[in-house]
């Protein structure tokens, strides 16, 4: 093991730059459950960095097996570098899973007779929310999911932690036009349906036996009247109590698993 004790070493310089999202092609992984996931997933690691208090003997004995060194920090350096207030003591520094349509290309054609649905996110920003509805993606298996320009992060650390490994496995197409995945969706036989709360169909009319494109606007906006029109239906999960809307993550799951029990 290496040890580092100044919080200006360069490497902790480089680590914290992949925390705030300034290179590109590297992502910053932290705790226990999510590097376990990273191993299940073979992700290329990068760094290692543990603090002196990490006991996870077990979890270390792990990592020789990956060939890339572990480096001790001091627990005050540590702070410096988790991006949670109570860290585990252990972040990966790993390379950023592909994205591209392609991947969800090759996952919908692979899915083809089980369940073709993807989920388009249309400039979200709560990164929580999308750790969350990715989660939820992966739990019901969709084909994959498509985020759009100004979206938030899907590698960002607390979209990471949301989505509790979800992010390393599933297809994912970042930096998306609208317009573009909409008629991408036409090409690939796949019908269109939004989430709105003045619609008047239920999500439990829609017919999911069809191959579809599961569309969600902002958290604060939701899609455009423009944009409606280009949906080819718009779907309401139906509230009582003069209820308005729901989390957006919480509307996800419920059409997602309703979806997924009608297949």
């Known amino acids: 093991m290496l040890k580092i004790t100044s919080r200006d070493n360069q490497r902790l310089k480089n680590a914290r730059k992949v925390r705030d999202g300034n290179i590109n092609d590297l992502i910053f992984v932290e705790g226990l459950r999510l590097c376990q996931e990273v191993l299940r997933s073979n992700l290329k690691i990068e760094e290692i960095f543990v603090s002196e208090s990490f006991a ?10 990956t060939n890339i060194s572990v480096t001790v920090i001091s627990e005050k350096v ?9 860290s585990q003591g252990i972040v990966f520094i790993c390379r950023k899973p592909e994205t591209s349509r392609y991947l969800i290309e ?3 054609d692979a ?6 649905l993807v989920v388009l996110l249309h400039q979200i920003n709560n990164p929580a929310n999308l750790g969350a509805i990715l989660r939820t993606c992966e739990a019901v298996n969709v084909s994959g999911l498509i985020l759009t320009k100004s979206s938030a992060d899907a590698f960002s650390p607390k979209a990471l932690r949301g989505a509790m490994g979800a992010s390393f496995r599933l297809p994912i197409w970042e930096h998306a036009d ?3 995945v909409i008629n991408w969706a036409k090409e690939n036989n796949l019908v269109s349906v939004g989430a709105d709360v003045n619609a008047e169909k239920s999500y439990l009319e829609i017919d999911w036996k069809k191959p579809r494109l599961l569309i969600f606007g902002s958290e604060a906006h939701g899609l455009s ?8 239906e718009n779907l309401v999960i139906p509230m009582g109590n003069n209820v308005e809307s729901l989390n957006l993550a919480v509307s996800c799951g419920v059409i997602l698993f309703e979806a997924r029990r009608v297949q």
């Open 178 to 180: 609208f317009l573009e």
């Open 56 to 65: 996870k003997e077990d979890f270390l004995a792990k990592l020789s097996d």
């Open 225 to 232: 009247a423009d944009e409606r029109a280009l949906v080819s």
């Open 78 to 86: 540590f702070n410096s570098l988790a991006d949670t207030k109570t």
């Open 106 to 108: 090759t996952s919908l």
């Open 111 to 116: 899915n083809k007779r089980e369940f073709p």
